[in-house]
Nanobody, 126 residues
Framework: QVHLVESGGRLVQAGGSLRLSCAASERTVRTYNMGWFRQVPGKEREFVAAISWTGSTTYYADSVKGRFTVSRDNAKNVVYLQMNSLMSEDTAVYYC???????????????????WGQGTQVTVSS
């Protein structure tokens, strides 16, 4: 069992930046591919970004490409989501998730992921 805990979400003004963290309880997470998703009330959970277990491959949703960067520090069992140029449309609860599968299509599907965190709220004020 892998436990994931997100942190770093808060209220921020449009145009600002935030860095979210996803800490894992187990060292084995370093062998998992990791994804970030977000969800607003009444909508489905939406893919944001994914990173391979080595960190060498990343995927992004078109809506965040060029603004968000996913990275990981396997020595610390932490995955990051650096979010720049935030917009009100980025307001959501952000979740990290772990998967043993990584390809462009699978990384965008919630069903691909085996473990999920509890989420952290990001609110962007305009």
């Amino acid at each position: 069992q892998v436990h994931l805990v997100e942190s770093g979400g808060r209220l921020v003004q449009a145009g600002g930046s935030l860095r979210l963290s996803c800490a894992a309880s187990e060292r084995t997470v370093r062998t998992y591919n990791m994804g970030w998703f977000r969800q607003v009330p009444g909508k489905e959970r939406e893919f944001v970004a994914a990173i391979s277990w080595t960190g060498s491959t990343t995927y992004y949703a078109d809506s965040v490409k060029g603004r968000f960067t996913v990275s990981r520090d396997n020595a610390k069992n932490v995955v990051y989501l650096q979010m720049n140029s935030l917009m009100s449309e980025d307001t959501a609860v952000y979740y990290c998730a772990a998967s043993t599968v990584l390809d462009r299509t699978s990384s965008m599907q919630t069903g691909t992921y085996n473990y999920w965190g509890q989420g952290t709220q990001v609110t962007v004020s305009s």
